[in-house]
């Protein structure tokens, strides 16, 4: 089970954070990442973190948003700054298991919706 929280609104150059945890007996179970799907196009990569802490950044928010993990609370975050209205949209966390190299298998939060105007 993945909850989601830390949507809203928020004015252009503004911040936020999401975070996302993940319910689970199976230990190898994380939450993996953000996506977001803008009007008329395919979801998109916001973020991603292993369990190990590599991350990797879509290039529409590389260098303004930064996501973290805490293991020990199976949750993820992302620190979101210098929003601008093209960062608007529903943001969706994806859970998977951890096979040691890669994810495998990912399912999907409801998703929290983040606002960006004036």
């Known amino acids: 089970q993945l909850m989601e929280s830390g949507g809203g609104w928020v004015q252009p150059g503004g911040s936020l954070r999401l975070s996302c945890t993940v319910s689970?007996?199976?230990?190898?179970?994380?939450?993996m990442g953000w996506f977001r799907q803008p009007p008329g196009k395919q979801r998109e990569l916001v973020a991603t973190?292993?369990?190990?802490?590599?991350?990797n950044y879509g290039d529409a928010v590389k260098g303004r948003f930064t996501i973290s993990r805490d293991n020990a609370k199976n949750t993820i975050y992302l620190q979101m700054n210098n929003l601008e209205s093209e960062d608007t949209d529903v943001y969706y966390c994806?859970?998977?298991?951890?096979?040691?190299?890669?994810?495998?298998?990912?399912?999907w939060g409801q998703g929290t919706r983040v606002t960006v105007s004036s």
């Open positions: 994806r859970g998977a298991p951890w096979d040691g190299e890669r994810y495998y298998n990912g399912f």
């Open positions: 973190i292993t369990p190990g802490g590599v991350t």
């Open positions: 689970t007996s199976i230990y190898t179970v994380y939450p």
